[in-house]
């Protein structure tokens, strides 16, 4: 009974704008990674060329390139990493002070509502900035197993071992980059989450905005036509 009449202290225009973020969340991170056949998307044919990268490895001597590409990207993931945990202290901080937060709101958008209302309101943001730290935290894990296997594929390409374990580093890269891209969709979504602060209606338009802006840079941008030009030679085989 208690939580019932705390949701209707939500509308149904609330209730509908946040179904909307986190379906449109969910719905473009799976096109995403499972886009339709004859139309990649740019994680998709990203993920050919990671694998097209260890062959090329296999290859080049010494590897200097590859040690240092592999340490910017976790470089990367350690710095959006910790950007999320400080966003996640801020959040946490402000909902000890949602009293003030009201305050302010009301002056900017003429609207009160109770505290519990804030105190909701900012979680949803700090729920998609916790995804995005855990997914930013693992996808740096597996950036260093990446680091790892490509330092155990031998300098001689006439090794049978050599293009199996750079298939394997291929992999794990791969894997990495997916949770980097998770983390940073969820990133996306927190800060459209942001604009329920100023009402329903503005949630909605976010919501809407974030996932036309990353179906546009996976399926309508100007780098995926590029990438198309020339496709990738693996096909998906980095074994021989």
Not at 28 to 37: F, K, L, T
Not at 58 to 70: T, W
Not at 167 to 178: G, L, N, P, V
Request: net charge positive; charged share 15%; proline share 5%.
């Amino acid at each position: 009974m208690i939580w019932t009449a705390r949701l209707a202290q939500f509308s149904l225009f609330d209730l509908a704008a946040v179904t909307l973020l986190i379906a449109s969340w969910l719905w473009i991170g799976w096109r995403i990674e499972n886009p339709p056949a004859g139309r990649p998307s740019v994680s998709w044919l990203m993920a050919d060329f990671r694998r097209d990268w260890m062959k090329r490895m296999v290859e080049r001597d010494p590897r200097i390139f590859d040690a240092q590409l592999a340490g910017n990207l976790r470089q990367a993931t350690a710095f959006f990493a910790s950007a999320a945990m400080i966003a996640i202290g801020g959040g946490l901080a402000l909902i000890g002070n949602t009293e003030q937060l009201a305050g302010v709101a009301e002056d900017l958008i003429q609207d009160s509502a109770p505290a519990f209302v804030w105190e909701v309101k900012i979680l949803v943001v700090l729920l998609f900035l916790s995804n995005a730290f855990l997914k930013f935290v693992w996808s740096h894990r597996l950036f260093g197993y990446c680091a790892v296997l490509m330092a155990a594929v031998p300098n001689d390409r006439a090794d049978p071992l050599a293009y199996p374990r750079a298939a394997q580093a291929a992999e794990i890269s791969i894997t990495a980059a997916r949770s980097f891209n998770r983390g940073m969709r969820a990133t996306y979504f927190a800060l459209a989450a942001v604009a329920w602060l100023a009402g329903a209606l503005p949630l909605a338009g976010a919501a809407v905005i974030t996932f036309a802006v990353l179906y546009r840079r996976e399926f309508a941008s100007h780098s995926r036509t590029i990438l198309m030009r020339i496709p990738p030679e693996s096909d998906g085989d980095t074994v021989s």
